[in-house]
């Protein structure tokens, strides 16, 4: 077909893997005449290239489901269209090399149990039968996973393309994408070479390409080519075409078989940027030049990992462009900029293994308004618009190549592009000794260490260097006072005669409060998950502030403007930069405050969850009377002129009760000895609050809302005995120094059978206990009597242990500590 129509139901711009996959779903789903444009060929940008290894264990649950559809899929493609997509269940073999990296693969191997993904653990001996090319002489053990494969990629496309096609779809090569128009700022149509096709509905997922495209829209997509080496050998005698996958990651290599040959390849620490002026206009099925000096680490141990090379010649050498993001994972679902645009980009060399999940997820999205799947940490409206600038774009993504591999634990740090946004009073932090990570630009105070002696480069899951500083400030918030920068958080300014109306309209609390009061309320969706969790503070009657993570300062503003009636009249204001946020815990935390405010700032003239305008040292601040450290708290908001002044009032004042800083691996443990729950670990968009135990922060009365009709439809049919619930977790025996360490996905076990998972965990250092979150399920109701029958158990790296679960914190239980 040559034509092109004059309209359709949705305009897919790029035909990689991932722009065909949406495709061949949107035809599943029953959408006739989507269309796909595809510059040159379909697959000729990244996709063709790509080593095509299919795994299926992901970070969370949702994605995993996801990736297990993938490998279903590929599995059927065949047998639905005829055409051969190369694919074959041979597994994936990943090894250790190290105690830190068994450890994570035995965790593994715990969370494929608990996603009934069928896995094993084997020695060194069982590695050499199933992979003998590799040297195994310093391997602690290995990780299998049967069900894992491989596919060749240009097939596959060429498979989605032809089922796509069958069922009424159309696709359009060697047809540019020009431009999208818009009416009134939603989208209409597309632009090209051969006309227009008139659309509400437009999914870019233009791979390497998208990030320039979507800027010269005024629309954040970051992320940047990078080159990816690999080699392929000449062909190697006796070689299975069975053999798994292998990684390492330790060592930053992969390898696999191919057509009687291996494939072996790897991603550096820090890698190439590519296209910095953009990408050639007649770039297709193009490689780069091999650059043996820059991957000659990865090659010295490619080679001792193969001995075999040595008789083995090289027949390929091959450097090819591949998009990665600033944070190293996609970028899924509307911009918030444009109404009726989709993106589906970055995949960080996992197009492949994503495609057949990121499809069944956008044609889920485009069609029903919501993906199929929470998609969590990937969604598109998580940029922030500093992130289109192209230098910053380019150095990140060099550095992005190396986050699959390597050691993952929390002292591994971003490198490239720092310093890029500052709290008010970051060099006073700085010299009191704050060690910083970066979080979306953002330099961010995790703990302080007075000696200078920065981030550790010992790797561990559990005992820190950094953990006796910890322990010194949650200590110091119990006994004392601590005081937390959290300038970074969001703080949008929701404004004007219908402001109530928009925030009533998304929250699941009752937000028609007096003015001075501040509410701890969700953000809801239409199926009563949670989006958002936030406070909001009513300044005026007109006029509100939501204190958000900075994770989410774009996606709460989109979600409020994403549900509000068109005729309300009202604005937002991100008033991030325009405010710092100084926040102030512990017994002693009143005291310091009185000292610097004429204020009555008692426990009767001001209680917990109110909100005062007072003055503090020479400056007018808005105090908020919360902690997210279960403490007596104060959360101090004031214009960012004011920050320093403020701080040096506070520690100058402080210094005689005691009051020392604090970062965010205390809050972090604190908060989960309050059972606090975390968004994006414990609580997210498939998580509604009633089955996170904040069913407190529900106003079924209150009116319509967004969610309300699922939330009522629940509370009806479940009670308090929802299927799935939250709960409180203590880990007796465990140590800080030893162990062992909840962290997140460990199986939770009753009577010999799996009911839930630990969300997050850690230790607390209060209650000197290992502690956490965890999510139970039981089809009769997970109820406070099935709950107190105790017998639970919790499987950590292979091991099974009791563990104490309840629904309520095991720190200060009724909250009187904070209310006090």
């Known amino acids: 077909m040559t034509d092109l129509p004059n309209s359709a139901p949705a305009v897919i711009i790029g035909g990689g893997i991932i722009g065909v996959s949406t495709l061949y779903h949107l035809a599943r789903a029953g959408v006739e005449g989507a269309v796909v444009l595809e510059r040159k060929t379909l697959a000729s940008g990244t996709t063709w290239h790509a080593a095509g290894i299919v795994g299926q264990l992901r970070e969370s649950g949702a994605q995993t489901d996801l990736s297990k559809h993938t490998a279903r899929l590929f599995n059927e493609l065949e047998i639905e269209t005829g055409q051969a997509t190369g694919y074959k269940q041979n597994g994936t073999l990943h ?4 105690d830190l990296r068994w450890e994570q693969l035995l965790r593994n191997h715990d969370h494929a149990a608990r996603m009934e993904i069928p896995s094993h653990l084997l020695s060194p ?21 049967p069900s894992n494969g491989q596919v060749n990629p240009l097939d596959v496309t060429q498979a989605m393309a032809k089922g796509a096609k069958a069922k009424g779809s159309r696709v359009f090569e060697n047809t540019p994408a020009l431009r999208i128009l818009t009416k009134g700022g939603r989208v209409c149509g597309v632009e090209t070479p051969k006309g227009v096709i008139a659309t509400e509905k437009v999914l870019l997922a233009g791979g390497m390409w998208t990030s320039r495209f979507a800027a010269a829209h005024g629309v954040t997509v970051p ?99 591949e998009s990665f993001t600033p944070d190293g994972r996609p970028y899924l679902g509307p911009a918030p900029e444009m109404p009726g645009l989709f993106v589906a980009a970055g995949m960080n060399s996992n197009g492949i293994l994503n495609s057949g999940g990121v499809g069944l997820t956008m044609a889920h999205w485009m069609t029903e308004g919501m ?16 992130q289109r600038n192209a230098a910053y774009n380019a150095e990140r993504a060099a550095e992005s190549v190396g986050f699959h591999y390597g050691l993952q634990w929390p002292g591994r740090q971003i490198e490239s592009a720092r310093g890029i946004r500052r709290v008010p009073v970051h060099d006073r932090l700085v010299a009191a000794g704050a060690v910083m990570a970066e979080r979306i630009g953002w330099e961010v105070p995790m703990y302080f ?76 969706n239409t199926k009563g998950g949670i989006e958002a969790d936030v406070t909001v503070t009513r300044l005026a009657d007109r006029q509100f502030m939501v204190i958000t993570g900075h994770p989410s300062q774009h996606r709460d503003q989109a979600h409020i403007r994403d549900y509000a009636d068109p005729d309300w009249r009202f604005e937002i204001f991100d008033a991030t930069p325009a405010y710092g946020l100084l926040t102030i815990h512990g017994p002693k935390s009143r005291a310091i405050l009185q000292a610097l405010s004429g204020d009555d700032l008692s426990n ?3 209680p917990f969850g109110a909100a005062r305008e007072i003055d503090l040292a020479h400056a007018r601040v808005w105090a908020v009377r919360r902690s997210f450290l279960g403490e007596l708290g104060y959360e101090l908001l004031m214009p960012t002129e004011f920050t320093a002044h403020v701080y040096e009032a506070l520690m100058r004042e402080g210094g005689a009760h005691g009051l020392r800083h604090a970062g965010m691996f205390a809050l972090n443990a604190c908060r989960l000895e309050k059972a606090f729950r975390h968004f994006g670990h414990d609580i997210a968009e498939e998580d509604t609050p009633y089955e996170t135990g904040l069913g407190f922060a529900v106003a079924l009365d209150k009116g319509d809302f967004v969610g309300r009709e699922a939330l009522a439809a629940q509370k009806a049919g479940e009670g308090a005995a929802t299927r799935v619930r939250t709960v409180t977790l203590r880990l007796p025996g465990a140590t800080a120094e030893e162990g062992p360490y ?52 919790v499987q950590v790296a292979g091991r099974m242990m009791p563990i104490e679960v309840q629904l309520q914190p095991f720190l200060d239980p009724k909250g009187t500590i904070m209310r006090g």
């Open 95 to 98: 090894l250790a090399l190290s």
């Open 125 to 145: 001996a069982a590695i050499r039968e199933l992979f003998p090319q590799v040297e195994t002489d310093d391997v602690l053990g290995g990780f299998h996973v």
């Open 223 to 321: 992320l940047h080519a990078t080159e990816h080496f690999y080699i392929v050998t000449e062909p190697v005698q006796g070689l299975s075409r069975a053999l798994p996958a292998l990684v390492v990651a330790e060592e930053r290599i992969y390898a696999k078989e191919d057509a009687g040959k291996l494939l072996i390849g790897g991603f550096e620490a820090q890698g190439k940027a590519w296209g910095q002026k953009g990408i050639p206009e007649d770039f297709e099925f193009d490689e780069l030049p091999f650059d043996m000096d820059h991957v000659a680490t990865e090659f010295e141990k490619i080679f001792a990992r193969f001995p075999m090379l040595e008789d083995v010649g090289i027949h390929t050498f091959f450097n090819g462009p």
């Open 371 to 386: 993906p199929i799947r929470a998609a969590g940490t990937m969604l598109t409206v998580r940029a922030h618009p500093f």
């Open 449 to 524: 260490d007075p000696s200078g002696a920065g981030w550790p480069d010992r790797p561990s899951l559990g005992w820190q260097d950094w953990s006796p500083m910890v322990r010194d400030e949650c200590l110091a918030a119990r006994d004392a006072a601590v005081l937390i920068d959290q300038s970074m958080y969001g703080k949008i300014l929701v404004q004007g005669p219908d402001a109530l109306k928009a925030l009533d309209r998304v929250s699941g609390a009752r937000l028609d409060v007096a003015v001075g009061t501040s509410v701890y309320t969700q953000f809801l």
């Open 604 to 606: 009767d003239a001001f």
């Open 742 to 793: 909840l962290i997140h996905n460990e199986p939770l076990w009753k009577d010999g059978v799996m009911v839930g998972h630990v969300t997050s965990g850690g230790w607390g250092w209060r209650l000197d206990a290992m502690v956490g979150l965890g999510s139970l399920e039981r089809a009769e109701g997970v109820s406070k009597a099935w709950i107190d029958e105790g017998r639970f158990e």
